[in-house]
Nanobody
Framework: VQLVESGGGSVQAGGSLRLSCAASGYTSTTYYMAWFRQAPGKEREGVAALYIFDSGTYYADAVRGRFTTSQDNAKNTLYLQMNNLKPEDTAVYYC???????????????????WGQGNQVTVSS
């Protein structure tokens, strides 16, 4: 599975951005897709995850109510709509995919097999 991310950039606090992640390859075996982020000096953290078969979603407490992840099956694309952005949302955002089998903890990085290249999101106050 190959993952190519797009979107991101710089925005002021309170603004919105949308990230996209286009998947190719053995996408029929993908069970979960997710978004992670990593700020300088911090560990990578799970932001949002989506179960491909029923579009069930999982969110970190820090973004619940502000971020929404969704999929377009026809385009094999995952989206992350980020609203009411805060300076603490500044990070490199990564798309990830898990193939074969249920994830016990969908927001844990160790559950995922494939990763995108990462996109910088910068929120200024």
């Amino acid at each position: 599975v190959q993952l190519v991310e797009s979107g991101g950039g710089s925005v002021q606090a309170g603004g919105s951005l949308r990230l996209s992640c286009a998947a190719s390859g053995y996408t029929s075996t993908t069970y979960y897709m997710a978004w992670f982020r990593q700020a300088p000096g911090k560990e990578r953290e799970g932001v949002a995850a989506l179960y491909i078969f029923d579009s069930g979603t999982y969110y970190a407490d820090a973004v619940r109510g502000r971020f929404t992840t969704s999929q377009d099956n026809a385009k094999n694309t995952l989206y992350l709509q980020m609203n009411n952005l805060k300076p603490e949302d500044t990070a490199v955002y990564y798309c990830a995919a898990r193939v074969w089998g249920a994830a016990v903890r969908p927001l844990w990085a160790s559950e995922y097999n494939y990763w995108g290249q990462g996109n910088q999101v910068t929120v200024s106050s």
